[in-house]
């Protein structure tokens, strides 16, 4: 069965901290991507990756950094985390359609 | 701009009865749709997808038209359950120039028992 992970549901962090958020997939998929889940306005492309150490900014790169440094594993990295960030995080993968993970639900104080 | 819209923020059906769930386009390069399904607290699921070659493709109670003319699609659930409440996305890519989907605001279903 086809599996995307994300290491952490919920966290909470305050207003200039580092944010790490890890996402794992077991699928053997070359594509890879973030986005941020906000209430009435969807679902927002943030990254994506294409191939290990490849990205592309989606809709939404500001404040936002990504590494792709094994095929299987996509983190999604906030410098300084702003009030601003608090939202849910999704990571998927495809190869045709998009699989999604269960979500990271952050809180910026 | 949003190039894929979900005018009808939330809908309520009751239980038994057909729930349609509607999407719009504006870019006419896009050639695959998806809906998604998705929970409070959880990722979205995929519910079930078409490409732009087809008109209409099932899956057991769920059904997705489209109509390139119109830039509409939408998603038939025959017949609804109270299990069926849930946030519903739609989808759409241009295969041909990239990987990204573009999704909607969601429309939240209610099913009434």
């Known amino acids: 069965d086809v599996k995307v992970t994300q290491s952490s549901r919920y966290l909470v962090k305050r207003t200039g901290e580092k944010v790490f958020l890890e996402c794992v997939q077991d699928m053997d998929h070359e594509n890879m991507f973030?986005?941020?889940q906000d209430p009435g306005l969807g679902l927002r492309l943030i990254y994506f990756s294409y191939d290990v150490k490849?990205?592309?900014k989606g809709d939404i790169p500001e404040g936002y950094s990504v590494s792709r440094e094994k095929k299987e594993r996509f983190s999604l990295i906030l410098e300084s985390a702003s009030t601003n960030q608090t939202s849910m995080y999704l990571c998927a993968s495809r190869y045709w359609e998009l699989f999604f993970g269960e979500g990271s639900r952050l809180t910026v104080l | 701009d949003q190039q894929v819209k979900q005018n009808s923020p939330s809908l309520s059906v009751q239980e038994g009865r057909i729930s349609i769930l509607n999407c719009d386009y504006t870019n006419s390069m896009f050639d695959y749709f998806l809906w998604y399904k998705k929970y409070p607290a959880e990722g979205p699921t995929?519910?079930?997808s078409i490409s732009s070659i087809k008109d209409k493709n099932e899956d057991g109670r769920f059904t997705v038209f489209l109509?390139?003319?119109a830039k509409h699609l939408s998603l038939?659930?025959?017949p609804s359950q109270p299990g069926d409440s849930a946030v519903?996305?739609?989808a759409a890519s241009d295969t041909n120039t990239g990987n990204q989907f573009y999704f909607g605001t969601g429309t939240s279903l209610t099913v009434i028992p």
């Open chain 2, 88 to 90: 519903y996305f739609c």
């Open chain 2, 46 to 48: 995929f519910l079930i």
């Open chain 2, 76 to 78: 038939h659930i025959v």
């Open chain 2, 67 to 69: 109509n390139k003319s």
């Open chain 1, 34 to 36: 973030w986005y941020r």
């Open chain 1, 54 to 56: 490849m990205k592309e």
